[in-house]
């Protein structure tokens, strides 16, 4: 059996990607048979990054061009035009980019025209015109809401944003087009949408959701990684494993076996429940889970009733219901008509995120990880 080496933070590939055959079955069948560009639908941390990636592989082996296109750090329209601009011929662009380089050398990215309307004809219609020629090529745009939330807080923001994802899906409407599109971001692409009334602009993708490991899954997963020859799971150390986590994402998975086999090695501690104990404990004090409350930013004037209702649910493993938010809220607002809005709104985006699920009308955190980490960091 192949050992998957164990990755607490970066993309994974080759020997490493684990699992998912059908959802590539699904995705590949999206793509070609059906026609549609897909939009990866699932809470950060999941994986979508690395299946697009692997998307790509697929691709490449079946004879497509492939473009990688990560927009996290691409804060204006011509920065996102450069990154064509800067294509060169590259093992990393099954032969787009060589292909690319050549036409986009005339665009000019650094001035944009005093006419915008001008300049935008130019860059993005040299785009167009490019990948349109390219034959059968799979894009992957990653981080597209950090790119979005950058053009949101601009001047003539909403405008930008409104051209920009008018004009992506004008692209993938062209009849017979060969060009298709993967779209991804660990801030919810869905979210950004309904959150600014732009929903329109994706509703001709096909969601493609994924989910985190089932329990057999979980299983066979822990026992390829990749640990010291000191740490023997047991079927009992790996149950208990898993009945700690609840939620069997990859990357938590990791940061508990990654701690456990640091301990047993390092520490000299004997491989136990108690040791497993001690690397959940240990995680929840760390900064691994930071980004989840940084990225509560990204929901606004909402951001802090969303804070709100995470402390109330980290407060309380049975769960919280619905009166029992509303109460919360109602701390600092009294219309009770704006309160239900915040609260139907903030719901639907803690449940997409990946915090919070729904259970017999009561909210959790999905994770417990994350719940004691909150509860930890900004209960206590």
């Known amino acids: ?67 990688y296109l990560d927009l996290q750090g691409i804060g204006t329209e011509g920065e996102f035009v450069k990154l064509f601009e800067e294509l060169k011929p590259d093992k990393r662009w099954n032969k787009t980019g060589n292909f690319l380089g050549k036409i986009f050398g005339s665009i000019k990215s650094d001035t944009i025209s005093i006419d915008l309307n001008v300049w935008r004809n130019d860059s993005y219609g040299k785009i167009k015109q490019s990948l349109e020629t390219a034959g059968e090529i799979l894009i992957v745009i990653d981080e597209l809401t950090i790119y979005l939330n950058h053009l949101f807080t601009q001047q003539d923001g909403r405008e930008k944003v409104e051209f920009f994802l008018e004009w992506l899906r004008h692209f993938r409407q062209i009849p017979e087009t060969k060009v298709r599109w993967i779209f991804c971001s660990s801030v919810g692409i869905d979210n950004f949408a309904s959150m600014h009334q732009m929903s329109k602009h994706f509703n001709d993708l096909h969601r493609l959701n994924l989910d985190v490991f089932s329990n057999s899954e979980a299983k066979d997963f822990i026992s390829r990684l990749d640990v010291n020859e000191k740490v023997q799971f047991t079927d009992e150390h790996i149950q208990y494993i898993l009945d700690k986590l609840a939620w069997y994402l990859p990357y938590f998975i990791q940061l508990l076996i990654d701690k456990i086999n640091s301990m047993v090695c390092y520490e000299e501690k004997q491989l136990s429940n108690d040791t497993i104990d001690e690397a959940y404990n240990c995680l929840i004090t760390e900064n691994y889970f930071i980004t989840w409350g940084e990225r509560l930013k990204e929901y606004g004037e909402l951001e802090d009733n969303a804070y709100v209702i995470l402390k109330q649910c980290a407060s309380a493993k049975s769960g919280r219901s619905r009166d029992n938010l509303i109460v919360s809220l109602s701390e600092k607002e009294t219309d009770k008509i704006k309160i239900e809005k915040n609260l139907a709104s903030l719901l639907s985006l803690l449940q997409n995120d990946g915090y919070l699920m729904e259970f017999e009308s009561k909210y959790f955190f999905r994770s417990p990880l994350l719940r004691d980490f909150w509860y930890k960091r900004y209960v206590r």
């Not at 990636?53 to 691709?59: E, F, P, V």
């Open 1 to 67: 059996m192949e050992k998957i080496t164990i990755k607490t933070g970066a993309p994974v590939d080759g020997k490493d990607f684990y699992g998912r055959e059908r959802k590539l079955e699904e995705a590949w069948e999206c793509l070609t048979s059906k026609g549609t560009s897909l939009l990866l639908s699932a809470p950060r941390r999941v994986g979508k990054t690395s299946f697009s990636r692997k998307m790509l592989k697929l691709a490449e082996e079946k004879g497509w061009k492939t473009l």
